[in-house]
């Protein structure tokens, strides 16, 4: 709890700044709602696809 008080008070911080904070390595669900729930508007990682080679995307 006291973590999670501190992240969230980071987090809005960040935001208060005009800076929009990014959660890395967000790997479940349960990852992707904490981030949520913290504050976090964007968020990469393996809940959220695979990394891919660059010419399956050209």
């Not at 695979?50 to 995307?57: K, M």
Request: contains cysteine; proline residues 7%.
């Amino acid at each position: 709890p006291e973590r999670q008080k501190m992240l969230a008070s980071l987090v809005n911080m960040v935001i208060d700044l005009g800076v929009n904070p990014l959660a890395e390595g967000v790997e479940t669900s349960a990852e992707a709602d904490a981030c949520r729930n913290l504050g976090f508007y964007t968020a990469q990682g393996f809940h959220f696809g695979r990394p891919a080679p660059v010419r399956q995307y050209q």
